[in-house]
T-cell receptor, first 112, second 113 residues
Framework: GEDVEQSLFLSVREGDSSVINCTYT??????LYWYKQEPGAGLQLLTY?????DMKQDQRLTVLLNKKDKHLSLRIADTQTGDSAIYFC????????????FGGGTRLMVKP | DAGVTQSPTHLIKTRGQQVTLRCSPK?????VSWYQQALGQGPQFIFQ???????QRGNFPDRFSGHQFPNYSSELNVNALLLGDSALYLC????????????FGPGTRLTVT
């Protein structure tokens, strides 16, 4: 199975905040990523965080990184139905952005 | 600005056959990586090509091979197909020495019967 772990499913109501969690294994990973995958589509890069940062905010997205616990989270503010998708976290084990190790994905369902 | 493109979108093959999948990277990118995504799972790294050479490889057998052309486009070849090779094959492009961002194509859905 994957070394990067995520919960399988999250359901929220439209307008609420969503928090998707991830634990990773390689403390030397330089970058950690969040990708979004809609049904039948490829992966869309949402955001990434450098390992020397604790937090990164990008519009409705906030990424929190706890290096001590190897825990990464993605918070989506004011979640919309269009945010329904599978979200993957990934770590960059070769520290060059070219060889990503992904979690199994969290399916986010947003109810109107 | 063209993004990452892949062809074909869908493919059905029989066990034991061979298949070739194609990828054109995002404009300005020189590195192509291939990933296999089985149903319900996250993508798994197959290998990466840069300067027409395989630079890194994941835990995949030699039945999986690739090529990169001078225009940076790439092919993934799989020989002696097994039922377990059925998956979505994703191509991602990036720029060596650039920002650590990989951009993914829409994928090729391979079904082995």
């Amino acid at each position: 199975g994957e070394d990067v772990e995520q919960s399988l499913f999250l359901s929220v109501r439209e307008g609420d905040s969503s928090v998707i969690n991830c634990t990773y294994t390689d403390s030397s990973s330089t970058y950690l990523y969040w990708y979004k995958q809609e049904p039948g589509a490829g992966l869309q890069l949402l955001t990434y965080i450098f390992s020397n940062m604790d937090m990164k905010q990008d519009q409705r997205l906030t990424v929190l990184l706890n290096k001590k616990d190897k825990h990464l989270s993605l918070r989506i503010a004011d979640t919309q139905t269009g945010d329904s998708a599978i979200y993957f976290c990934a770590e960059d084990r070769d520290n060059a952005g070219n060889m990503l190790t992904f979690g199994g994905g969290t399916r986010l369902m947003v109810k109107p | 600005d063209a993004g990452v493109t892949q062809s074909p979108t869908h493919l059905i093959k029989t066990r034991g056959q061979q298949v070739t999948l194609r990828c054109s990277p995002k404009s300005g990118h020189d590195t192509v990586s291939w990933y296999q995504q089985a149903l319900g799972q996250g993508p798994q790294f197959i290998f990466q090509y840069y300067e027409e050479e395989e630079r890194q490889r994941g835990n995949f057998p030699d039945r999986f091979s690739g090529h990169q052309f001078p225009n940076y486009s790439s092919e993934l070849n799989v020989n002696a197909l097994l039922l377990g090779d059925s998956a979505l094959y994703l191509c991602a492009s990036s720029l060596q020495g650039g920002l650590y961002e990989q951009y993914f194509g829409p994928g090729t859905r391979l079904t082995v019967t």
